[in-house]
Structures are given as structure tokens and as C-alpha cells.
Nanobody, 127 residues
């Protein structure tokens, strides 16, 4: 499985960015693609996930109401739409994935034990 994250950049507080995670190589029909971020000097934080089996999503409390995760089936790409950005959203954003069996509903535990990781994309939010 290969993952390619893109779309990061510099934006002023209150602005928006859309990150993309282009995925390929899945061998099972059920998989989860998640977004993580890591700010300088802080631990990596799980932000959001998308399940291919039922298109369920999960957003961490820190971003709920401001971020949206979605998937374009035609392009096999997962997007993270980030609105109302603040300096606390600054960090390197990574997309990650894991394959599963059967139906799977995204939940906070979905962010654990990811199998595949893409290279990060930097998001910087100015004041």
C-alpha cells in the first residue's frame, strides 16, 4: 500500500486548507485511512479516519466542527478539509492506513495500529 499526502501550506488563522491522501495497493475491500498530525515538541495526534466499508468517519474532539474527512471513489483519494484553522493546528500531517476484514465502523480506536504511512505534509497557521 502506498500513500501520498499533499496540500499543506501556510495559511492565516481563520483560513482553510484541503489535504489529499492518494492511496493505492489495497488488497482487501475494507480499509481505514486516517489522518494524524504532529506539532513541534508534541506527540503525534490522531485527527480523523474514514472506513471504506460503510464510509463512516471519525473526527477527534480537537477538530470536530472544523474539519471534514471525505473520499473521492473515482480517484481513490481521501481528503481532509480544514476550516477555521488556528495556530494550534500547525504541524506535519500524515495519512496512514490499515486493511481489515468485513465491515468496519470508524471510531477513536481506529487510529491505533496503522500499518502503512505516507510522508507528511507541513501545515503552518499564522496568527
Amino acid at each position: 500500500v502506498q500513500l501520498q499526502a499533499s496540500g499543506g501550506g501556510l495559511v492565516q488563522a481563520g483560513g482553510s486548507l484541503r489535504l489529499s491522501c492518494a492511496a493505492s495497493g489495497f488488497t482487501r475491500p475494507t480499509y481505514v485511512i486516517s489522518w494524524f498530525r504532529q506539532a513541534p515538541g508534541k506527540e503525534r495526534e490522531g485527527v480523523s479516519c474514514f472506513s471504506s466499508s460503510d464510509r463512516s468517519t471519525y473526527l477527534a474532539p480537537s477538530v470536530k466542527g472544523r474539519f471534514t474527512i471525505s473520499k473521492d471513489n473515482a480517484k481513490d483519494t481521501v481528503y481532509l478539509q480544514m476550516d477555521s484553522l488556528g495556530p494550534e493546528d500547525t504541524g506535519v500531517y500524515y495519512c496512514a492506513a490499515k486493511e481489515l476484514f468485513g465491515n468496519y465502523y470508524c471510531n477513536p480506536y481506529s487510529l491505533e495500529r496503522m500499518s502503512y504511512w505516507g510522508r507528511g505534509t507541513q501545515v503552518t497557521v499564522g496568527t
